[in-house]
């Protein structure tokens, strides 16, 4: 179910019970996208100096029971931000662990982030091997031993907990291995011309720290 605080009359307390029910997920994944809104860009262009000039949708997925909730959240707020609604200062009896990508705009402080980037760095790794074959099979070979274990995890039918421990113990050491290689790469390299696999190199150094 998807909805919004500003979907119509009456929604507001319904919306907010979703948010609660999805504070309680043991797992929530999210990420945000630009939007248009004609409204709230006339407010930001009324602004002598705005903090901030994006509009945003957030998606945030959690599981309530058997149940999934899917909120969806527009304006100026990133996702990170709004996912704090869902941290335990929002009504979770726990912390919830968190999927999302490597971006500090989408990791909240106060919720344990667990993967970062597990699709996005390698499809774009994937659209430039012309130029750099050695390097771009590094970082996709290395994406491979991680969906292999995931693969290795639903096949076992491990619980959320295992499968964070799984990753930890075989996932863990193949993403630190590859930010040490793409560390000592761009202190080799980076005086050389930006190559266009630099954006989603730089998007493993998030993932590194995670």
């Known amino acids: ?16 019970y979703l948010i609660y029910l999805a504070a309680q997920s043991a797992l ?13 860009r006339q407010e930001i262009q009324k602004q002598a100096k705005p903090d901030r000039t994006g509009i945003f949708t957030s998606g945030i997925v959690g599981q309530a029971q058997e149940h999934p909730i899917a909120l969806f959240l527009t304006g100026r707020a ?17 912390t919830p662990l968190h999927m999302c990508d490597g971006w500090p705009t989408i990791l909240p402080k106060g ?13 774009q790794f994937c659209g430039n091997p012309g130029d750099f074959p050695e390097e771009c099979r590094k970082v996709v070979t290395s994406y491979a ?24 113990a075989k996932s863990q050491p193949v993403m630190e291995e590859l930010k040490a290689w793409f ?12 190559p266009p696999w630099v954006k989603p190199s730089t998007i493993c150094r998030f993932a590194g720290r995670n």
């Open 183 to 194: 560390t000592n790469w761009w202190r080799v390299e980076k005086s050389s011309p930006t």
């Open 111 to 123: 919720i344990r982030p667990w993967a970062a980037n597990a699709t996005f760095t390698p499809a």
């Open 28 to 40: 929530l994944f999210s990420d945000d996208t630009t939007m248009k809104v004609a409204a709230l």
């Open 145 to 168: 031993e991680i969906y292999r274990t995931e693969d290795q995890i639903k096949a076992a039918g491990l619980s959320d907990q295992a499968r964070l421990e799984r990753h930890q």
């Open 1 to 16: 179910m998807g909805t919004g605080p500003s979907s119509g009359p009456g929604t507001s307390a319904s919306f907010d």
């Open 78 to 94: 990133h996702a990170g931000e709004n996912l704090a609604k869902c941290s335990p200062s929002g009504g979770a009896k726990t």
